[in-house]
Structure formats: structure tokens, C-alpha cells
């Protein structure tokens, strides 16, 4: 510990693993490892979904099979004995803290950068582009093209008031069609806010922050490509009055790697040039009520339910982020996904049916009568949404299926748009 001239105690950064004789951190259960090729060379490639390890980080392949020691159990001294020295115990140590100085260990080090990550997010007053680069700019490009074209031949553009659109988030470059037939319904419109649920893929990393409270809301204005998009903090502070019995918190850091809002963002940038405030909400695990419907997580879905009916002004949209399906060996399914395909196009078209019939308790039995064995991820915000304005009926705008034959592995979405 330390204190900075202010008298403030400071936590001093952990020492990276050192000792010889302790069982080395074992590697991080979340990291992906991928074998590539750069100019010939065999690389193992560490990929971070979670952000915390440097882009890009990559040791040569040989070095694969030291990691199979490096399991939490052995020390330096252990791992240096079982490969008969044929690494030094001083190289195999300063090997394993290049590992910890990159934060693939799940060590004392690893901890403190994660947490002062973290911090600094949530300290943030804007949320900055998770989505960024070439390819990605790329797509956007292109984007622009099909709305331009869905706008012209659009006949929603005659219709009246729209209530929500529940459209995917899947990559912009997979769903092209798709994000252009939904958002073009919406072009016409002018709404002063956007309340958003939006599907949370990353809240079982951070169980101690969001047990209990799976509606995470964020305070941050979210900057996108030139845009700064305000947050409405007067719709916030109205959900913040009932938590934590709405199961409702603003501690964000689930939004900062979070793509599911940000890609419909992208899409209103992309056909809106008005100003207009949102209301982002990620919603995360609600598979509780599969087992009873009767439960802490039921009771605070009705109670932010009804908060988010509260929110339904003639100048506001609601805006659902969700895929549908998600099968194959990808999503730890023991078959591919080509052999499960007739059932989850099933499961799919019925989920959309009682979705758009405005039915939130047919909606819930469906998936819950195998325990989403598809692994839909818009049955949260979707479900939270119904509840809110059950008996809402929508129209049906798109269905696909990718299938990524290399990976044995599909995703599925549609959108649903309501008036």
C-alpha cells in the first residue's frame, strides 16, 4: 500500500509470480488459444474476449506444450523436473512471467489489472467504440447501401406509429439484409428517446457484481463513429428507485465489451440524423424462471416490467437487441449443428410466432419446456419487454440461419417489428 500526496491510500500493483517453489497461477479458463500462420511461422494466438490481454498476443507454437503444466497445481521447480531440465527453471520462470505480465494467468496480478480495468470503465463518462477498424468500417459502408435501398422499396415506410423492433446483433457483415429490412421500418420515425434491451453475454465473468441484479443500466453517453449519443438520466434515476427489488444497478461494466447495443446504435446513426436520447439496459440471465415462475428472479422481472410501461411516452421507441438459436459444437453441443437443424428452425419459428402474438407466458413455456436447449439469447430482453406490454402484436419481418460449416456450429435471427 502506498498514499499519494493527497494522504490517499493507493493499492500498489501486485509483483508478478516469482517463487520457484509455489504452485504457479494456472492459466485463464476464458482465454481462447488459436493456432495461426504469420510469414510461415507457427503461432499460438491468445485471444481475450474480455479485453484484458493486449491485441494481438501471440508466442510461438512450440511453446504449447509448456502450458499444458501450467495448471495451478505444479511449481517452476515441479514443471523444470517433469521436462527433466531440459528448460531452465530461470528461462521457464521468466517465461511464465511474460505469461502473468499479459494477464493469462489467473494471478494476484491478473486480479489487479482486471479490477483497475474495471474501475476505469465505470468512472467513465463515455462509453467508447467496442466495434472498430477497417472491416468493420467496411461494413458500415455497406450498411448504408442496403438501407438506402430497403428505404426506397420499404412499404413500412407508409405506416403508422411504431411501438419497438426486436432486431439481431449478430456481426453486421453476416446479417446485411437483415439489419436493413428491420431498421428501414424504423427510418421514418423521429423518437426524442430510445429505450434499449439489449441482450448481456459477458455478466457471468462478474457473478459478484450482478447476482441479483440482472438489469444493468449505464449512465455513459455512448460515442458512435462521430456521434456522441446522450443517455436519458432522468429514465434512470426512475429505474434506480426501486432497486434493488427491480433487480435493476448502474454498475456498467458489463457494457464495456458488450456489442449488442452498439450495433443497433450503428444502425440508427446510420438512418437517423436527429438528435435522440436512449435508455440502455443489458439484460442478462433470466433462466430462473425456467424451473418457477415464482421466484426472487420472477418477482423482479414484474417489478421492472412494469417500470419499463411507465417509460411509454408517444415520443419514445423501444428497441430489442437479440439472436436467435445458437447450436452446433461452437456452443458445447455434442453434434454439429446441420444434424440439429429441423428442431432449432422449429424452435425458432415458434418462439417468433408466440412473440409476436404478444405472448410472454407461451414465449417462456416454450423455451423452458427443454431448458433452452437452443440457446436463444433475445429470450431475456424479449421476455422483459412482453411483460412489460403483453398482448402487443408484431409483424414478422425476417428469418435466417448461418451456418459456419467449419466450426459445425450455426446462429439463427429474425426481427419482429411492433406497433
Not at 489467473?106 to 463515455?126: D, G, M, P, Q, V
Request: hydrophobic share 35%; aromatic share 10%; glycine share 6%.
Amino acid at each position: 500500500m502506498q498514499e499519494n500526496a493527497g494522504g490517499t491510500v493507493l493499492r500498489s500493483q501486485p509483483a508478478l509470480f516469482s517463487d520457484p517453489d509455489a504452485p504457479v497461477p494456472p492459466l485463464r479458463p476464458d482465454l481462447q488459444i488459436v493456432p495461426v500462420q504469420n510469414n510461415g511461422r507457427q503461432l499460438i494466438l491468445f485471444h481475450d474476449s474480455l479485453g484484458y490481454t493486449p491485441n494481438n498476443f501471440a508466442l510461438d507454437a512450440s511453446a504449447e506444450s509448456l502450458l499444458y503444466f501450467i495448471n495451478g497445481k505444479k511449481s517452476v521447480r515441479d514443471i523444470a523436473n517433469q521436462l527433466n531440465q531440459q528448460v531452465k527453471e530461470t528461462d521457464l520462470l521468466r517465461f511464465i512471467q511474460l505469461l502473468d505480465q499479459n494477464s493469462l494467468l489467473y494471478s494476484h496480478s491478473y486480479l489487479h489489472a482486471r479490477e483497475t480495468t474495471e474501475n476505469r470503465f465505470e468512472k467513465s463518462k463515455i462509453r467508447k467504440p467496442l466495434l472498430a477498424g477497417t472491416a468493420y468500417q467496411n461494413s458500415i459502408k455497406l450498411l448504408n447501401e442496403f438501407l438506402r435501398q430497403s428505404i426506397r422499396t420499404s412499404s413500412a415506410l407508409k405506416r403508422g406509429r411504431i411501438h419497438s423492433l426486436f432486431a439481431p446483433h449478430i456481426d453486421l457483415s453476416l446479417g446485411m439484409e437483415q439489419y436493413a429490412e428491420a431498421f428501414s421500418a424504423i427510418s421514418h420515425m423521429r423518437p426524442k428517446r430510445v429505450v434499449i434491451l439489449a441482450t448481456a453475454h459477458y455478466t457471468g465473468y462478474f457473478e459478484e457484481v450482478y447476482s441479483g441484479f440482472p438489469y444493468i443500466g449505464s449512465a455513459k453517453d455512448f460515442q458512435v463513429q462521430d456521434r456522441l449519443i446522450r443517455a436519458d438520466q432522468a429514465s434512470l434515476k426512475q429505474l434506480m428507485r426501486k432497486s434493488p427489488d427491480n433487480g435493476f444497478t448502474l454498475q456498467d461494466r458489463a457494457h464495456r465489451i458488450e456489442h449488442s447495443i452498439e450495433i443497433h446504435l450503428l444502425c440508427l446513426a446510420a438512418i437517423w440524423q436527429h438528435s435522440f436520447s436512449i435508455v440502455p439496459i443489458l439484460v442478462g440471465n433470466l433462466d430462473e424462471l425456467f424451473y418457477h415462475t415464482g421466484g426472487e428472479a420472477a418477482e423482479k422481472s414484474m417489478i421492472f416490467a412494469d417500470q419499463i410501461k411507465e417509460l411509454d411516452q408517444p415520443d419514445t421507441l423501444f428497441l430489442i437487441s437479440g439472436d436467435l438459436s445458437h447450436t452446433g459444437k461452437k456452443f458445447g453441443d455434442p453434434v454439429s449443428a446441420r444434424e440439429t437443424r429441423q428442431r432449432s428452425e422449429l424452435r425458432d419459428h415458434q418462439f417468433l410466432s408466440h412473440a409476436a402474438a404478444g405472448a410472454p407466458v407461451k414465449l417462456l413455456n416454450e423455451v423452458a419446456s427443454d431448458y433452452d436447449a437452443t440457446h436463444i439469447c433475445g429470450f431475456s430482453p424479449l421476455y422483459t419487454y412482453l411483460k412489460a406490454f403483453p398482448g402487443r402484436r408484431g409483424e414478422i419481418l425476417n428469418y435466417h440461419w448461418w451456418d459456419e460449416q467449419e466450426r459445425e456450429s450455426a446462429v439463427s435471427f429474425g426481427s419482429i417489428l411492433y406497433r
